[in-house]
């Protein structure tokens, strides 16, 4: 190892666990929670009579007849247009969220992106016509935009080297929380008539009351001070976040590393250079291909796909809440075995066990599930079981580490313009995959299943030959410990 190389090794920068940085980590963390809670409070209100009847009669009449296709029963454009509508607007926020982390900070960001998540928790819930709901989703999705910007970079920048995996998932945990909480709200209102939906959408003030909070109390990270020219404020701030007074090597390395980012005029033009390329790509593709697995048409729509395949209404809503616990549970492996383990093992295992569930979901439903029929107790129960057994793949490997790579791969010059395109490519996949789920599930019927297997294996060639792992070095070394040496992505680096 070369002297360069000792001096930015992660054993040179001390540091240790204190309250405060915990609470940090906590408060922050809770833009995932009211993200998670937008995913899962979807599927859940959709379902609800009283929200058909009141905003979507059309599709109520469809439900009731009894001959009505299974595969088609939800096919509405408007109705996906209520979940979708959420996704579009944080696709648009996420690049006024980039220049918002740039200009003034991670703190800020976070802190608009919760009085956003505050006025479309209102407005949903007091909805009265189909154009207030879709307004109140616009604007949590503005929320989205700037919590999934601000939060992800917040948690990667104030980690320690050797816990930034963990905490950084901290975030994902929280989503999974979210949906968790999203799935028992919906379970205990769902008898609720006729309001229970109202009561399910107001709850979302919960959390972005808690993210609101959050965001006062948090410090403002030392990369995003120094970035603007805030030394003293930076190098106080570090070693209130590691707990030691020595942190003059990692101090230095920031420094070092924000005054190369000043010689790059604008952050978007620099990310269309070849040595740009590398984290970009790895990025965007990572967020596309943690939509393709199908994990949001399971979760956004968990309640509608298990009464397609014979509960009812209740039971569905139940089932939903036993993936909620699985996705939880499953997310604190990550936690635990990210910094162990590595990346590239989590997701390449997690291909296998998502190929699998979804090839057997599709075939048992090919096999048995006819367009006016439902599946037996037993074939009912296996499809939950595996759709289980999918989302406990997903958790540990690509709900997390998509966020966390893209998060830790770019250059200081570069990452907030470039988390801000990984993020938007989430929430254009999302959209899309939200917006037309329903609509394929009527047309493609059980093959949708296949249809995401397909993109499962060619995600796990991406892993084996395209990804780097990024395990224990330092975010700021980025480019001479990981790009450079990649067999592939050295050949961009200038």
Not at 75 to 93: H, I, K, R
């Amino acid at each position: 190892m070369d002297d360069s190389e000792k001096r930015i090794s992660p054993q040179n920068f001390p540091s240790k666990l204190t309250f405060y940085v915990a609470i940090c980590w906590f408060l922050a963390a809770f833009g995932g929670l009211m993200f998670g809670y937008d995913i899962g409070i979807s599927g859940g209100v959709t379902a609800m009579d009283d929200f058909q009847i009141k905003f979507f009669p059309k599709v109520y009449e469809k439900k009731l007849h009894a001959k009505e296709d299974n595969y088609c029963k939800y096919d509405d454009q408007n109705l996906q247009l209520f979940t979708s509508s959420l996704y579009l607007a944080a696709l648009v926020s996420s690049f006024g969220a980039s220049k918002a982390c740039e200009k003034f900070g991670r703190k800020p960001t976070i802190l608009i992106a919760s009085v956003f998540f505050l006025a479309g928790a209102a407005l949903s819930a007091a909805a009265m016509d189909v154009a207030m709901l879709i307004v109140g989703r616009i604007l949590l999705g503005v929320g989205v935009g700037f919590g999934n910007e601000g939060v992800p970079l917040f948690l990667s920048e104030i980690a320690p080297v050797k816990h930034r995996g963990a905490v950084n998932i901290l975030f994902q945990l929280f989503v999974t929380i979210g949906i968790l909480f999203a799935n028992l709200v919906n379970f205990a209102v769902s008898k609720i008539h006729p309001y229970g939906w109202r009561i399910s959408l107001a709850i979302a003030g919960a959390p972005a009351a808690g993210l609101f909070i959050g965001s006062i109390v948090i410090s403002e990270t030392p990369t995003s001070l120094v970035e603007r020219n805030k030394l003293e404020q930076g190098h106080k701030t570090l070693k209130k976040i590691r707990g030691v007074d020595n942190v003059d090597a990692e101090f230095n390395q920031i420094k070092a590393a924000c005054e190369a980012a000043k010689q790059a005029k604008s952050p978007f033009k620099e990310l269309m250079k070849r040595s740009s390329f590398p984290p970009l790509i790895i990025g965007i593709l990572l967020q596309v291909f943690q939509q393709m697995t199908g994990i949001n048409a399971i979760m956004f729509y968990a309640p509608v796909l298990f009464q397609t395949v014979g509960f009812k209404n209740d039971g569905s809503l139940l089932s939903a809440v036993i993936t909620g616990v699985v996705n939880v549970v499953s997310t604190v492996v990550s936690v635990v075995a990210v910094d162990k383990v590595g990346r590239k093992a989590l997701l390449l295992e997690a291909c296998v066990q998502m190929f699998i569930s979804q090839m057997a979901i599709g075939f048992i439903l090919h096999l048995n599930l006819t367009a006016t029929g439902s599946l037996t107790k037993v074939e009912a129960g296996v499809v939950v079981f595996l759709v289980c057994f999918f989302v406990m793949g997903f958790a540990w490997s690509w709900g997390p580490l998509g966020w966390l790579i893209p998060s830790e791969t770019f250059p200081v010059e570069t990452r907030a313009a470039g988390f801000a395109c990984a993020v938007s490519s989430n929430m254009l996949f999302t959209f899309v995959v939200a917006q037309a789920f329903l609509s394929m599930m009527c047309h493609l019927k059980a093959y949708i299943f296949f249809f995401f297997a397909a993109w499962i294996f060619v995600m796990g060639l991406f892993v084996v030959f395209l990804l780097p792992e990024t395990k224990g070095v330092p975010i700021d070394a980025m480019n001479e410990r990981v790009w450079k040496k990649h067999p592939v992505w050295k050949k961009f680096m200038d």
